[in-house]
């Protein structure tokens, strides 16, 4: 993945053998709110975001994560790329979600990019839809929850993929910004660099350059234990 310089100033310290070593995290990696406050930021039930990042058992049949490589253990803060790609997923749950399908799509993307988290990259969206196809058909996916479809000899993206990308502000190949309103015209975006440290804050803000009166504004919401 390109690195972006304004996503990637935070800073994680490893310790290979006895030398700390200062390591670039992405601002993909960063942790930022609680499964609660995910939820409701993505207006979806606490216990189906769980279910997506974490597993589970359904019908007596055990699934892994959709979202996460691995579970984590207990209520483990959402990072900001799980939700862009939690994001993603919300626009086909009132289908139900093919768990393991799915699982085995995301898998191969993985290993292809060679990310943990594909769906909260843009190549899949735009230059790599060849493989995206290719990776659902491998898959066994479901057409239903296919990002990208043959049509009249040209890949496209299906309306809620297409639909995600638009809701996602880009730099580069990172997601930067999240537009929480499902219309079009909101000029309302979240933005991980704007929460003033406090994970219990989702701050949200209108683009620059916007004429309405959100501009550049921060809005806290409540805590809400997870």
């Given at each position: 993945?390109?690195?972006?310089?304004?996503?990637?100033?935070?800073?994680?310290?490893?310790?290979?053998?006895?030398?700390?070593?200062?390591?670039?995290?992405?601002?993909?990696?960063?942790?930022?709110?609680?499964?609660?406050?995910?939820?409701?930021?993505l207006r979806v039930p606490q216990n189906t975001l769980n279910y997506w990042l974490q597993?589970?058992?359904?019908?007596?049949?055990?699934?892994?994560p959709?979202?996460?490589?691995?579970?984590?253990s207990g209520r483990a803060p959402v990072t900001w790329a799980e939700f862009?790609?939690?994001?993603?997923?919300?626009?086909?749950?009132?289908?139900?979600?093919?768990?393991g399908e799915l699982r085995a799509f995301i898998d191969i993307l993985r290993a292809r990019y060679e990310i943990p988290y594909p769906l909260a990259d843009r190549r899949p969206y735009i230059a790599g839809r060849q493989l995206v196809l290719e990776a659902q058909e491998q898959a066994g996916l479901d057409p239903d929850f296919w990002l990208v479809a043959p049509v009249q000899g040209q890949l496209l993206l299906l309306p809620p993929s297409d639909a995600f990308l638009q809701r996602v502000s880009w730099e580069g190949d990172l997601a930067a910004e999240w537009r929480p309103h499902d219309d079009e015209a909101s000029p309302v975006r979240i933005d991980p660099d704007l929460r003033h440290g406090r994970r219990s804050a989702a701050s949200v803000?209108?683009?620059?350059?916007?004429?309405?009166?959100?501009a550049k504004t921060t809005t806290t919401l409540p805590t809400t234990s997870a």
């Open positions: 993945m390109t690195a972006e310089p304004a996503r990637r100033a935070s800073f994680l310290t490893s310790c290979p053998g006895d030398k700390l070593t200062p390591v670039p995290v992405s601002v993909l990696d960063r942790e930022m709110y609680s499964e609660a406050e995910a939820a409701r930021l597993g589970g058992e359904r019908r007596g049949k055990s699934y892994q959709v979202i996460r490589p691995e579970p984590r862009i790609e939690a994001g993603l997923l919300r626009s086909y749950r009132r289908g139900g979600i093919p768990m803000r209108a683009p620059s350059g916007s004429t309405t009166t959100l």
